[in-house]
């Protein structure tokens, strides 16, 4: 075990130095990378937007489909009762659903900007935040601990990254949809204002790329032996009520549909959980 830390100890000076390096290197790339987001905030405010667009797009076209089904049943209507003119041809609503956020306070559209340029700058500059954070780390661990860090790590990045195109393509524009249609359209007009928005989307990403660590977690708990691979199957329905649970804490308000598009994921993970955990248990054994 000493050969493997040989030349790599250093002075507690040594340390902070190193330290100071390091964290100078990662501020400068965060730096770099904030500038270039607030640079082209409106074209990254356009993709952090996508999913409310989306869901206002599919609630048009909803409206759309209603008004077609009245005219139809109803031969006498005009349809620009409904659409900007009466051409059969023509589907452009009268009255469409904006998809244009509102801005409340004064500062919101600046804080807006500012959040969005900050998430940008942590997920571009994280993989050399990651890299100056590790090389700190690995010169004062084993050769083997080193190897099991690289084991996990480039997966958990991986699957953590997943996740939050998962939701972020998926579970947002879908949960924003039936939750802007819980109630007819003709009692309540859908509008987002820019800070609850901005507040859903990064709750609910950020919590599904931490879910998707599961599998992982899972795997590296069977592996240093503290639960059985044959346990997590006896406690699925446990892990249900859980999930349950979890989605209510981490989804904002009495919101049913994004609790269930959560709870569906962390399901399916614990069973791909399961199936790592009884391959890498056979795997040593056979070792």
Known sequence: MAQDLEGTRMTLGEHLNELRRRLFYSVIALSICFGTAWWYKEY??????????????????????????????????????????????????????????????????????????????????????LYQIWAFVAAGLYRHERRAVMRYVPFSVALFLIGVYFCYRWVIPVGMYYLSTTLPLEQVRPQMTLDNYFSFLSTMCLAMGCIFQLPLVMLFVSKI???????????????????????????????????????IPMVVLYEIGILLAKFSGRGSRTE
Do not use: C
């Open 44 to 129: 990254l405010t356009d993709y952090v937007m996508w999913p409310w667009k989306d869901a206002v797009a599919h609630i048009n076209a909803d409206l759309v489909t209603t008004a077609e089904a009245q005219l139809q049943e109803h031969k006498e209507l005009p349809r620009s009762k409904f659409f900007t003119n009466d051409d059969p041809a023509n589907q452009t609503l009268r009255d469409p659903i904006d998809d244009r956020m509102v801005m409340l306070g004064v500062g919101e559209s600046f804080f807006f900007a500012m959040n969005i340029s900050l998430y940008f700058a942590v997920f571009a500059a994280g993989p050399f935040v």
């Open 225 to 263: 032996g503290l639960i059985q691979p044959s346990t997590y199957g006896k406690y699925r329905g446990h892990f249900l009520i859980g999930a349950l649970f979890v989605a209510a804490v981490v989804t904002p308000g009495p919101d049913y549909y994004s609790q269930i598009l959560m709870t």
